[in-house]
């Protein structure tokens, strides 16, 4: 027999320890049930209301009631049951009778821990403050003494090289009859020219079908009709065999990381590849969360993912944070590259992935002295993941400004700033500035950046913000149908038009990057490391990057 | 006439210097000027029209801007080639330059005219502007243009001959027309490539063409070239136009420049295959499902799940009695069928429900949290003389069954088996039936007339009844001969043999009431302790389980929850204590909804209307009314029988009905 005290709300919260609260406006509500249908965690519920009024009229006290019993939308005060602030409840309503409200004083993370279970989410970093990325500032503008040029009529060479970029005496060629070739024996590095944004690492299994075809669309739309060649990271969770057969091949990074997942079927596709990939990430961290491994839900493994992953259905995936067979930092990285550049007959570049650490140095110096690395990637900590531990997310990892510039500063000590290309991500186009973070980080040294929760946001209307909203990309409840492989969630999301958004997002900051370059006066090569374009209104920031304060 | 020299006794003059000689000799009323030029700037413009007509030759080595902020009424002819920018901010001055122009000629020009006898350079034309007050400019070119050739051009007419152009595979040069927004391009001969998104290429019209003829003529007979009339007028078709999309065009046209369906349908699928990369390995369409979905498409589904859980009543009484069900009945009417529904499970019911009961179901009630618990102690009083309606005689197939004992266990074990058709031999030692009842009469808490009412009711059923008769072990033996099945329901059994197991004077007996031999049972203080309504209820559950055993059936206990009191929506009955109107002050009842008594007396009927019916539906009609979507209908099925269905073709999953229930009926459960 339940206790009646279950009535009197002991132990129950408040609303006000919730992240958001429901606004629901009774006057406007039709009771249609659209809100309640749609909420992705049922963090709201029909339920009635009493209300009873007890007046008199006349000039008496004769008392009379007013009594009602109405429906009413009322929000869930049950942890495991909280509103994300996705407010799907109002893309639906007919009325506008309802949102979700953020608390600035919500005590969330005081409960969410419920069963000794540590709070887990997708998204990334909370931090709504002012990124050191954002606040860069483009200074050095060419005014009447270098020709500025006109981004909206000037050609533009907007490319960036992906792969060893040898000097010329280090490259095996020799002279017959007054021409240059290839030195027997010798290798040549593969070097790609890409568009200096690419999409990094999201998995199939993370992103749901429609997601991931309709970027891979885009990114084959992006070269074949627009000319601008960008090139996507797999993640990891292998590619579609129909893929890895297909022409398109050659605009995808497939990933290897610890887990491994999907590398049999890319393997048995290898003798049947028409094309060959871009290039291959070895994903060693993940800026989102540094030294914790890859993970994807029993709940997401489903038939599709369980095919194209080589794995049991409905069970738990993790990558483990390390890859298992590798003992030093040495063997770690010399065998990988090794091995996956063997696989592709050394005609593929292919790159290690790490988190943003100050130990990234010591990655770099050894990559420098390997001639087979084609570069590095270094994922700050403003990345996002589809799940993690939320500690791992807010509070592990480096931001990716400084640790970027350090490789690059010790790249020009060694002279070796054009031939290791570094690619940054983590937090590219946080607050939505894609193209002038990308700008910042190529002008502090960056070949290139990688985008990934920019692009869910731009092309698929991502909820996720810096206060936490939705965020429930780990449940594979996402109300876009983004992260989810519930096709009652994922038909909601349109693959080509999330293929269109992908166009619009590579046009649009093709010209933004224009539109940075020009006043600078570059237009045919990527002013890598210009720093002195770059000024910054914080003194200590200004110092770290060895960039000018300006003020 | 006046003639103005650049160069005066050898040494070069400022373009201030000629500029002031200009206006000097304009104010001076000069109207024809000669000019030996040297490199000056500017010359021929800012002749304000007060002088006008006014004609300026200039030859020699002419410097930038030729004409540059001319006006109307200006008349410029430059004998020989002429410097960059000729005609800059044209305001209305007619420029013929008899040679080339180099670049920028006619750059942010507005008004006028600019002939020219040979090609332009780079950025001719550009920034051109047309103003509604006056004509539109016109730039002519007799053989080609150079990059850039009207780039931002708003206004004017600009017209390309190609005559003997210096690059007759491209004579409007690279990239024209970028960011241009009005005017229009004629130009006659080969062009490599324009800014597709800003201007269309189109043919001319009859009245473009009419234009042309019209205009064409001053300006060759200006350059001295009417000797290409014929070739120039030659035909229509040697010539096209560039005109800029409108604002509205624009918008119309989309940016992109195929459509991602288009792409799927041409290039994605077929080089991945059909139905996209994953279209071999999923089963679902990728069709497009809305936010709100029906049928299998929801999350969630309602169920109406009637008594699926237990009432709390039913939950706490040791006897089982389904009192909400009782109260049910009373709502529905049937007034005697609610009394004599308890009689299905004790036969004893005014004496114990009514009187030596404490009750249990009363704490339990779920109407305790509103105001106080229901008075189910008055429906045993009230049930007391009543007759079970149900036939009492053995059926065909019914068994041979023996109670040995006849306290309350014991009949409630005879009573049930009696009801379920076996013929039963009721032994009782002593010369009474009831047992220990009587105790309570001696003490005081029952009037013996209560209790005689039951045990006559006992009586009078068909029961083969037999006082003064101990069970021995001989007794017993016979007994367990002639019997298809035995329930022992006397407190101390001293006559069972060492086939039935017991432990501290109590037999050992299963959850089921069965002992190690597996027809005989034993219920009530054979077996444990308790309450008389545990007696009851434990005599009652043996009688049905071994009723299972004889039927060849399962006897399953009860095995439901009781349903939490957050279930209820206990919001509807919040206020009937102190109730004293209805809506608006009225007295008359609602018109729809629950039936709210006005205070008064309690009588079984009101007490129904008090009971919240837990888990058992109150059949009023909250979800069909509820339902947005008309999902619900309620169905008839006979004797006082319903259900409520749903239509999933119309339910979105919105979890109304469950939310409004106030029986907790309606329960939400994955839509898988």
Redesign the interface.
Known sequence: MESAQRLDHNGELTLLEFPFIIRWREDRCSRCGRCTAVCPTRAIEPSVMAQRLVYSDGNNSLPATIRRVSQVVRQVNDIARHCVGCATCSLVCPNMAIMPEYNPNHKFLFHKNQGGIPYARGGRRNDATTSTLDKLKFTRISMITTPSLDAGRHEFHLRTLMGRNLPPEALPLELADGLLRPRAGGVIPPVREIFPIRIGGMSIGALSPPMWEGLAMGVAYLNEVENIPVVMCSGEGGLPPRLLRSRYLKYFIPQIASGYFGWDEIIHALPEMIEDPAAIEIKYGQGAKPGDGGLLMAYKVLKLIAKIRGVPMYVDLASPPTHQTKYSIEEAVTKMIQSVSMAWGFRVPVYPKIAGTKTALAVLNNLTRNPYAAALTIDGEDGATGAAYHVSLDKMGHPIASNLRDCYLALVKQGKQNELPLFAAGGVGKEANLAANAAALILLGASGVDIGRYIMQAAAECYGDERNRCNLCNLGRCPRGITTQDPRLYRRLDADRVAERVVDVFKTAEIELKKVFAPMGRSTQLPIGMSDGLGVADPAIAERLQISYVC | MIKLFGNIDGKRISSRELEEKIQASLADGARHLEIEAQGQHGIGGRIWPRYAPVKVMVRGAIGQRLGAMGMFGTEIVAENGASDDVGWLNCGAQITVLGDVTNGAHNAGAQGVLYVQGGGGARCDTMTKHNPRFAPLQSWYFRDVGD?FA?FKAGGISVVCGVNPRHSENILGY?PC??MVGGTVYFRGKIADYSEQEVQLLELSTQDWEWLRVNLRPYLSAIDRLDYWAELTRSCDDWRKLIAYTPAEKKKRS???????E??RR??EP???KG??????????????????TGK????RPVWNNERQLA?CV??CPSDIPSHRRFQLLRQGKHREALALVLEYSPLAATVCGELCPNICMK?CSR??VDRPLDIKGLGRASRGMIIPTSTTATADGKKVAVIGGGPAGLAAAWQLMLQGHTVTLYEASARLGGKLWQSVEQGKVQSAILEEDLARIVAAKLVIKRNNPVDRKKFDEIHRENDGIIIACGAPGFIGPEIHQEKGKILVNSQGQTHDLKVFAVGAAVGRGLTTHLIGSGRRGALALHALLSGSQYHSEARN?I???KL?L??F??QRG???G???TAAPLEK?PT?PLAGAVTPASEAQRCISCGLCRDCHICEN?C??QAITRRDLGAGNFEYVLDPTRC?????C???CPCGIWEMEENI
């Not at chain 2, 990369?277 to 936010?291: K, V, Y």
């Open positions: 850039s780039e990239r970028v960011g940016s992109r420049r195929m459509a991602a369906k792409f799927r290039h994605w080089a991945v295959g996209g990369i994953f279209g071999e390995m999923i089963e679902q369409p990728f069709t497009l499902l809305p936010f709100v979905t498409d929801r999350r969630f709390p939950a706490a339990a305790k949290v009781t939490p009191y957050v929506k919001e509807y919040a206020f109730e004293c109107a809506p608006m002050g909804g709210i509820t947005h979507y979105i999953g919105c979890g109304f469950v939310g409004t």
